[in-house]
């Protein structure tokens, strides 16, 4: 009982993990490993955004444009007035860490949310 009430409280005040972290990023790598996946091979890999609820995000264009200059394809959702970004990637890489660690760090400081990646599970 007494474990339980100061795991719970720890839990509290533990910062969550931040998507586009080096440490999100192992997770969804953990996870395509466990489908045989090492995340070695370059393959179509999805990258989101959207304006932060309740916050004062600027507009679609600059996040558009912040897509493009890190060199994804990119494209409007039509989910919260998002923002999806496009390319070819290894993603066990430090070069991918290091794209969604700046995606998120810049699209926090317009106003906007990464909301992390997707990518297709490559097999042997």
Same mark, same amino acid.
């Given at each position: 009982?007494?474990?339980?009430?100061?795991?719970?409280?720890?839990?509290?005040?533990?910062?969550?993990?931040?998507? #586009?972290? /080096?440490?999100?990023?192992? &997770?969804?790598?953990?996870?395509? *490993? %466990?489908? !045989?996946? $090492?995340? +070695? =091979?370059?393959?179509?890999?999805?990258?989101?955004?959207?304006?932060?609820?309740? #916050?004062? /995000?600027?507009?679609?264009? &600059?996040?558009?444009?912040?897509? *493009? %200059?890190? !060199?994804? $394809?990119? +494209? =409007?959702?039509?989910?919260?007035?998002?923002?999806?970004?496009?390319?070819?990637?290894?993603? /066990?890489?430090?070069?991918?860490?290091?794209?969604?660690?700046?995606?998120?760090?810049?699209?926090?400081?317009?106003?906007?949310?990464?909301?992390?990646?997707?990518?297709?599970?490559?097999?042997?």
């Amino acid at each position: 009982m007494i474990l339980r009430l100061i795991t719970s409280i720890v839990a509290r005040f533990r910062k969550p993990m931040k998507l #586009g972290s /080096a440490r999100a990023n192992q &997770l969804v790598l953990a996870q395509i *490993a %466990e489908q !045989g996946d $090492d995340g +070695s =091979e370059e393959r179509h890999v999805r990258h989101f955004a959207y304006p932060q609820r309740g #916050g004062f /995000a600027k507009g679609i264009d &600059l996040a558009m444009e912040l897509f *493009a %200059e890190a !060199g994804l $394809d990119v +494209s =409007e959702t039509q989910f919260r007035g998002g923002v999806l970004g496009e390319h070819y990637a290894a993603v /066990a890489e430090d070069e991918f860490n290091t794209l969604t660690e700046n995606l998120s760090e810049e699209l926090t400081r317009l106003g906007w949310e990464y909301d992390g990646w997707e990518c297709a599970v490559l097999k042997g």
